[in-house]
């Protein structure tokens, strides 16, 4: 189910009915009528298929579903704000957000154009503020606009793990997570996790969107994400919290045939030195612990020819040219039995990089999501002995 079908104002209603103890005491709370908050829990649980209250002689009393749902739709009030805030509105302006257009929004929505720019509309009237700003033919968020949508998409996560929690009462584990992998761990340890979590799970969907940590830090706020894995920041703002996974140990590596390779010794740092590297732009922890090698001997760091980091990419020009890069031995694990590239050496100095799995510090993972972490953390452990 989509979480955003859910009608925030029944939602609302079961919460009233928990906090209250009766749909009479409900009602008058939330300025209803008895028969409108009856209907709404009745509709509630015929959308979910499942019963969310007892109704007992002396009121009603939540199940341990209601309960489930009660904690998820909390916290998405929150991030909601206003209680005048609608289902439609809000779907209107996710789509908006995505979309960038009222045209592609409307499309995508299957909707009238016309409908959409009217929920865009009535909801800046209830947030009291301006959200979107023309640009000729797209839109923008204004400030306040980005963290509505942010906001909107996190209420939305927490809906989804409310729906796969609900269905994990039923005894059917599924739901749908997302993983934004970065390139160290796409290569073995999201690989064998996936597996390994999929015989156990096969009926949750797995979505792994790939990119660096700056294209996915964005989306994992958002709550488009759900955890993402790669290499460990230094520095992480307060909202962002990171688990240590391995250590990864890169090591030099070139062209099968490189100068360098047959030589059939170490290479000196004036060696390496000497030839075009092939490494990823700044600010990557690992460009940096590269400049390092060469600083601390008192050389100027060599010609950086070719700043990328796409493995693809990295391992077609080495087999071009006399290319040098500090890679880990798993990501190009096929390349090096085959032949086509060597290992050099172990860089002079100590290369060394954590892999993390970087979560929302307030996210509360799913049974199911929690149950996927701690696969990875497991096949971590058995991927290396440097554990972090």
């Not at 199940?63 to 909601?80: D, P």
Request: hydrophobic content about 45%; proline content about 6%.
């Amino acid at each position: 189910m989509d979480p955003s079908r859910l009608n925030l104002r029944h939602l609302r209603a079961v919460a009233a009915v928990i906090d209250a103890g009766s749909v009479s005491a409900a009602a008058r709370a939330v300025n209803l009528t008895q028969p409108a908050v009856t209907q709404a829990i009745s509709k509630l649980e015929a959308q979910l298929g499942v019963r969310l209250f007892d109704r007992c002689p002396d009121g009603m009393k939540p199940t341990e579903a209601g309960w489930v749902l009660n904690r998820r739709s909390a916290v998405a009030f929150n991030l909601v704000g206003s209680s005048r805030v609608t289902s439609p509105q809000m779907r209107a302006f996710v789509a908006l957000a995505r979309h960038g257009s009222y045209t592609t929004a409307a499309a995508a929505m299957d909707m009238r154009e016309p409908s959409l720019h009217r929920a865009v509309a009535e909801l800046s009237l209830v947030v009291g503020q301006k959200l979107v700003e023309r640009r000729g033919r797209s839109v923008a968020l204004t400030r306040r606009g980005l963290a509505t949508a942010r906001a909107f998409r996190l209420a939305e996560a927490e809906l989804r793990s409310a729906l796969s929690e609900l269905e994990g009462l039923r005894g059917r584990e599924v739901g749908r997570i997302v993983i934004g992998a970065m390139p160290l761990c796409r290569a073995q340890l999201l690989p064998n996790a996936i597996g390994e979590f999929h015989r156990l799970y096969p009926d949750v969907d797995i979505a792994v969107v790939e990119g660096s940590h700056t294209e996915l830090v964005g989306p994992l706020r958002d709550g488009e994400i759900d955890l993402m894995i790669g290499a460990l920041r230094d520095e992480l703002s307060a909202d962002l919290a990171q688990q240590p996974l391995f250590i990864d140990r890169p090591v030099v590596l070139a062209r099968a045939h490189h100068p360098l390779a047959r030589a059939r010794r170490l290479p000196t740092v004036q060696e390496l030195a000497a030839y075009p590297w092939i490494l990823p732009p700044r600010p990557a922890p690992l460009r940096r612990q590269w400049e390092e090698i060469f600083a601390d001997c008192g050389l100027s760091w060599p010609r950086v020819a070719i700043e990328c980091g796409s493995v693809i990419v990295i391992r077609q020009l080495l087999m071009r040219e006399d290319y040098l890069t500090v890679l880990s031995p798993a990501q190009v694990a096929v390349e090096l039995e085959a032949g086509w590239l060597e290992r050099i050496c172990a860089p002079p100095g100590e290369i060394k990089r954590t892999i993390a799995l970087t979560q929302r510090t307030d996210w509360r993972p799913s049974q199911v999501q929690q149950r996927f972490i701690d696969v990875v953390q497991d096949q971590a452990k058995r991927l290396t002995p440097n554990k972090a």
